[in-house]
């Protein structure tokens, strides 16, 4: 048996990332739907990645600015997202990895 305080001192809030923090990212990277739920009780749903144990989150404006991308370069392989602005003035902008 594992007393209270030890695992409030061990406790780690989840958290998930946004795929913005990442300096490249692979196109080939697997992205699930997630579920998760609100305080108040409603349930919402993410994209989000799993890159070495770490949750990310995939804004789907990312996706269509990746489907310009490809587009415009097919073999593109690794690509950048740069963000801009904060909360519901959050932009994203993908461009080519170097």
Same mark, same amino acid.
């Given at each position: 048996?594992? #007393?209270? *305080?030890?695992? %409030?001192?061990?406790?780690?809030?989840? /958290? =998930?990332?946004?795929?913005?923090?990442?300096?490249?990212?692979?196109? @080939?990277?697997?992205?699930? &739907?997630? &579920?998760? =739920?609100?305080?108040?009780? @409603?349930?919402? =749903?993410?994209?989000?990645?799993?890159? *070495? /144990?770490? #949750?990310?989150?995939?804004?789907?404006?990312? $996706? #269509? +600015?990746?489907?310009?991308?490809? /587009? %415009?370069?097919?073999?593109?392989?690794?690509?950048?997202? $740069?963000?801009? +602005?904060? +909360?519901?003035?959050?932009?994203?902008?993908?461009?080519? %990895?170097?």
């Amino acid at each position: 048996m594992t #007393k209270i *305080n030890e695992l %409030a001192k061990e406790y780690v809030s989840p /958290e =998930t990332h946004n795929i913005a923090e990442l300096e490249k990212v692979s196109v @080939e990277i697997d992205v699930v &739907e997630a &579920e998760y =739920t609100k305080s108040d009780g @409603e349930v919402f =749903t993410v994209l989000e990645t799993t890159i *070495n /144990e770490v #949750k990310y989150r995939v804004p789907v404006s990312v $996706l #269509k +600015g990746l489907k310009t991308l490809i /587009e %415009a370069r097919p073999n593109t392989l690794f690509f950048t997202v $740069l963000k801009s +602005g904060d +909360g519901m003035k959050t932009s994203y902008s993908v461009i080519p %990895a170097q």
